[in-house]
């Protein structure tokens, strides 16, 4: 007889895969298509700030790398911040990707230069940070502030990328990225009290 739990945990983990890997499977397939056979072409769907066109790419810049070292850098922090969330429910992936997508997006609309092009998945993935080293203050459950600080003390050094330090690196991204996983953080910290 097989346990219905472990069943139910190895059918999560599944999902989870799934999830993560979709996403991930759809960057590195546009990467590969944009690479090959449109030379590039596609990073100008990214987000153009003050441009009323530059708006779509609040659904597009996370999907939109300018190589594949860029890609490959976000790659595994995407999957790896991306699992701690989904640790506690499979659904808050969703809210929290969405809430970041938004306010960085919006953010790097706002006050990124004129005529500039931002493209990547880094807003997410400092979006992601930002939620998992908050959620524990917002919802107050032993796991949630577990996870907050294990994300603290391994990571707490990304801390320093919301800050301009390298040209032609999308600071805003990563600051207005934080910015939306705090915010998501709070959203779901109210639902669960």
Known sequence: MS???VKGIASELQTQAAILGGFVALMWIIEIVDWFLLGGRLNAYGVRPW??????????????HAN????????????????????????????VSAVTML????????TGAPYSVHIGASGLIFGYFGFLLLRGFFERSF???AL????????GGLIWGVLP????????????????????????????L
């Open 68 to 95: 594949f070292a860029h890609l490959a850098a976000n790659t595994l922090p995407f999957i790896t911040f991306g699992w701690l969330i989904m640790l506690q429910e499979t659904s808050d992936f969703f809210l």
């Open 165 to 192: 330090s390298q040209p032609g690196v999308s600071w805003q991204g990563h600051l207005f990225g934080f910015v939306g996983g705090v915010l998501a953080a709070q959203l779901l910290g109210r639902r669960k």
């Open 3 to 5: 346990n219905p739990k």
């Open 51 to 64: 441009s009323m066109v530059g708006l779509r790419g609040i659904l597009f810049m996370p999907f939109l």
């Open 143 to 145: 796991m949630s502030i």
């Open 148 to 155: 907050s600080l294990f994300v603290g003390f391994l990571y």
């Open 103 to 110: 306010v960085s997006g919006l953010g790097v609309w706002l």
